[in-house]
Antibody, heavy 114, light 112 residues
Framework: EIQLQESGPGLVKPSQSLSLTCSVT?????????WSWIRKFPGNKMEWMGY???????NYNPSLKSRISITRDTSKNQFFLQLNSVTTEDTATYYCARLFPGDWGQGVMVTVSS | DIVMTQGALPNPVPSGESASITCQSS???????????LNWYLQRPGQSPQLLIYWMSTRASGVSDRFSGSGSGTDFTLKISSVEAEDVGVYYC?????????FGGGTKLELK
């Protein structure tokens, strides 16, 4: 059974970078599928941020394109999110997911505050 | 970007009644291959989103047959027959025809 688990700091200062890790067990991320980051803002708004494919290609939401980077470490079966120059508007719960067939991590809440 | 717009529910919904959640897309999600690129998710309180329906009307593995999806290219409905306590949460539609993937604003279901 596949499991995804996010990890990273829960508090980031404005203008700094947000870095999160998604650890995947039960499936090798180079075997197939796209591996996404999605965030849910306070309230209900959900935003797809981008993905890294099983082959290593990436696709980012244009709204974030200048600030986002998704990378991976295939030896550890992990993929990563880096979001630069964060503001309070980036306060959200961040999820890693294999959108299809529908596997999500439990999410990590990140607050941007000084 | 494709804009997804969800309708509200007349909450709270009496237990055992049916509930229908609507979703509209700003562009047709019907692909030339005949499939409609629309997902439905449920996020229960304190949990991560769960995929309920994909290709507009196909139930995901393990999902109750009380959930059904229907629609056209731009107008979609998720129907929950005989609402139960475990159905409480926020429902999202999401298009996967184009990038960036986009979600509706969410529809909250509360139980009476």
């Amino acid at each position: 059974e596949i499991q995804l688990q996010e990890s990273g700091p829960g508090l980031v200062k404005p203008s700094q970078s947000l870095s999160l890790t998604c650890s995947v067990t039960g499936y090798t991320i180079t075997s197939g599928y796209d591996w996404s980051w999605i965030r849910k803002f306070p309230g209900n708004k959900m935003e797809w941020m981008g993905y890294i494919s099983y082959s290593g290609s990436t696709n980012y939401n244009p709204s974030l394109k200048s600030r986002i980077s998704i990378t991976r470490d295939t030896s550890k079966n992990q993929f990563f999110l880096q979001l630069n120059s964060v503001t309070t508007e980036d306060t959200a719960t961040y999820y890693c997911a294999r959108l299809f067939p529908g596997d999500w991590g439990q999410g990590v809440m990140v607050t941007v505050s000084s | 970007d494709i804009v997804m717009t969800q309708g509200a529910l007349p909450n709270p919904v009496p237990s055992g009644e049916s509930a229908s959640i609507t979703c509209q897309s700003s562009k047709s999600l019907l692909h030339s291959n005949g499939k409609t690129y629309l997902n439905w998710y449920l996020q229960r309180p304190g949990q991560s989103p769960q995929l309920l329906i994909y290709w507009m009307s196909t139930r995901a593995s393990g999902v109750s047959d009380r959930f059904s999806g229907s629609g056209s290219g731009t107008d979609f409905t998720l129907k929950i027959s005989s609402v139960e306590a475990e159905d409480v949460g926020v429902y999202y539609c999401q298009q996967f025809l184009e990038y960036p993937r986009t979600f509706g604003g969410g529809t909250k279901l509360e139980l009476k």
